[in-house]
């Protein structure tokens, strides 16, 4: 795919990434007013948010086998008349009951989004930039929750709660448009789909969210259905290792490298998606601002978000996951302590700045998360691995504000049996929760620790027992003897190997051998130029070598040491680098030879088209095999 063409099919994929986020946020900034036009609680009311997180989450868990089986662009268009139906729908809901439905068909639309995204750029684009393309999705998956705040609140503030479904109406419309001139299919395969792992799958995302929501008001059905969800998730796992056709294969939970950035994904998607819910609910009831005020308070946190998801995707390329990773949980933990702290003082700057180093924590954490664990995956778990990655992700917005409304509700309702004012007993209900968010934001800055840890001693290790054969590898397809000139040697003796050998360039050694420059035609005809106030190209260089003055000049040449025009130092690469290491340095500097070199010794000359003839026998090989 040309470069214009991978451009503009991700920039829809982005796109509707940025929609899912806003989606999944769409209802924030209005469920104050819904619960007083609807007379529910706030433990009903967040099934709005966390109904479509399950249903999302079922359909995310559905795209392993939906991206494989049905193609690219009526996958996108069916996502989009599923999201615009829902959104419709919301804008003339007559009753809570339609409310959650629409949401539901919303859901089941905006799910399709992000794995088709991540599982689109795991196909078209190269591993090595795996992390700045992740990187940029995260972003556009933070910049829906940056602005349905700030656009949310100011609807609601102006024209109600239902209005907030204008906006996706109005960026469906946008991303089809955009689709039907950009989004091509590419290659599918063979797939089925389990419906009993689906309905076991909707069953215990269903029972672990009402479980963590109804724990703390009514601690037995609370853990009735979290059993139910335990039992659930046992038989989901037992049925994707026994059937044919599994909804999800768990080959990557299998591997060390990816089951723990998994985990730290989910903690992290956690943290963002309660400060999205729980940060309003405290602007708004325990500060008494409007959904507006409390959008654009939220707006500057979340953008610091996008940026440091930006950043931390090109850090992520060059350097790992470490320090990023461990750092990141840091800030989220230190974030949510101080909310916690200064909850209770009503103190807006001071929950504006934690707000501000959780957001920058999660930039920090998720998409490296992501990506320390799909970058270690072979091509043909690459759909399992971005299926089980946005699962964990959805699993996160399901769990997230389930867990923590039920926290923050439980907490202001004790408030307020013992006398507490609403505004305090809001304030001490966030307080609480977000201690809870701060305790697992600390114990996921451990584990990151170790993780960290681990991947650097198995890369270390997997680079020194590689060692030996990645020298046999350059040794085998490396000229073995290397033209060089010594660094005493005339100018005129450099002329005649390089016009015998038919090379431009040659390197410069010492007695000992060791390169200490390098020498080339280039360099011949620069000294000539410099000392010939008539030669401005080839054309007056013929024309002065008809003269007197340029024979004297070039018998002068020829009779100086090669040291006196070699341009000093030469790249090299030593034998043990690996033929990616060999290509990046020719291409990096540009040239068609570089010497190999060993104990400080050249032993060879490696060429660009050496590492182009082992490419092509490996790829050869392979397709043989």
């Known amino acids: 795919m040309q470069g214009k063409q991978l451009v503009c099919l991700l920039a829809v994929m982005y796109g509707g990434a940025f929609l899912t986020g806003f989606n999944e ?65 919301g804008l003339a809901a007559p009753n809570f009951a339609m409310l959650v439905v629409a949401r539901i068909i919303q859901a089941a639309g905006s799910g399709v989004y992000i794995p088709m995204m991540m599982n689109t750029i795991l196909a078209v684009t190269p591993k090595n930039k795996l992390g700045t393309y992740m ?10 929750p940056a602005f349905a705040p700030v656009v949310c609140g100011a609807l609601v503030t102006g024209f109600g709660w239902r209005s907030i479904f ?14 039907l001139v950009f989004v091509k299919n590419l290659q599918n395969v063979e797939a089925h789909l389990d419906m009993p792992s689906v309905a076991l799958s909707g069953i215990a995302l269903f029972a672990l969210s009402f479980g963590l929501a109804e724990i703390a008001a009514d601690a037995v059905l609370g853990a009735a259905a979290l059993v139910v969800a335990a039992v659930s998730a046992a038989l989901f796992v037992v049925r994707q290792n026994a059937c044919a056709h599994p909804l999800i294969g768990l080959g990557p939970m299998s591997r060390v490298t990816f089951w723990p950035a998994a985990l730290f994904a989910l903690v992290s998607l956690m943290s963002t998606f309660s400060m999205s819910v729980l940060l309003p609910l405290y602007f708004e009831g325990a500060r008494g601002m409007t959904a507006f005020a409390a959008g654009l308070v939220m707006l500057v946190p979340v953008l610091a978000n996008a940026a440091s998801t930006i950043a931390s995707g090109r850090v ?37 700045v934690a ?14 998360s992501q990506t320390a664990g799909l970058r270690t995956l072979p091509p043909h778990e690459n759909p399992f691995g971005v299926a089980l990655m946005t699962t964990f992700t959805q699993i996160a917005a399901c769990v997230g504000p389930s867990l923590y409304i039920g926290v923050m509700s439980s907490a202001q309702t004790s408030a307020l049996v013992q006398g507490a004012a609403q505004s305090a007993a809001a304030a001490q209900g966030f307080a609480t929760a977000v201690c809870v968010a701060a305790v697992l934001g600390l114990a996921a800055c451990a584990g990151a620790l170790m993780y960290c840890r681990f991947v650097i001693k198995r890369d270390a290790s997997a680079q020194g027992g590689t060692g030996d ?18 660094d005493s040697a005339l100018v005129g003796e450099a002329m005649h190997e390089l016009v015998n050998r038919k090379v431009s ?10 390169p200490v420059g390098f020498i080339s035609d280039g360099d011949i005809m620069r000294y000539l130029a410099d000392h010939h106030v008539a030669i401005s190209g ?13 024979d004297e000049k070039l018998a002068e040449l020829i009779a100086q040491p090669v040291s006196r025009i070699a341009t000093e130092g030469v790249v090299c690469i030593p034998a043990s680098a690996t033929l990616q290491e060999a290509c990046t340095l020719l291409s990096s500097h540009k040239l068609k030879k570089v010497p190999v070199v060993r104990n400080d010794k050249i032993i060879g000359m490696l060429s660009r088209s050496d590492v182009i003839r082992s490419a092509m026998d490996a790829a050869l090989g392979g397709l043989a095999e």
């Not at 990187?135 to 829906?144: A, K, N, Q, V």
């Open 538 to 550: 080839p054309y007056s260089l013929m024309e002065a070598a008809n003269s007197q003055t340029f």
């Open 135 to 144: 990187s940029i999705g995260g972003c556009t998956i933070t910049f829906g």
């Open 25 to 89: 946020n769409l209802m924030n900034m209005g469920l104050i007013d819904i619960m007083a036009e609807f007379g529910v609680d706030s433990i009903t009311a967040q099934w709005l948010v966390t109904g479509f997180m399950i249903v999302s989450t079922v359909v995310v868990m559905c795209m392993a086998f939906l991206y494989r089986r049905v193609k690219l662009r009526a996958l996108f268009f069916a996502a989009s008349a599923l999201t615009l139906a829902g959104s419709l729908l």
């Open 166 to 179: 204008a906006a996706p109406c109005v960026m469906v419309a946008i991303l089809v448009v955009l689709g």
């Open 355 to 368: 707000a501000l180093l959780a957001y920058i924590g999660v930039g920090m954490t998720l998409s490296p």
């Open 505 to 514: 360039g040659m390197p410069v050694v010492n007695g000992e051998g060791e």
């Open 316 to 352: 992520m390329d060059k350097r790992g996951g470490w320090p990023l990773i461990p750092l990141g949980f840091a800030l989220i933990a230190g974030g949510f302590a101080c909310m916690a702290v200064f909850a209770s003082r009503l103190s807006l700057p001071a929950i504006f």
């Open 469 to 486: 054969a990645n020298e046999f590898e350059l040794d085998s397809i490396m000229e073995h003897d290397p033209f060089v000139v010594r």
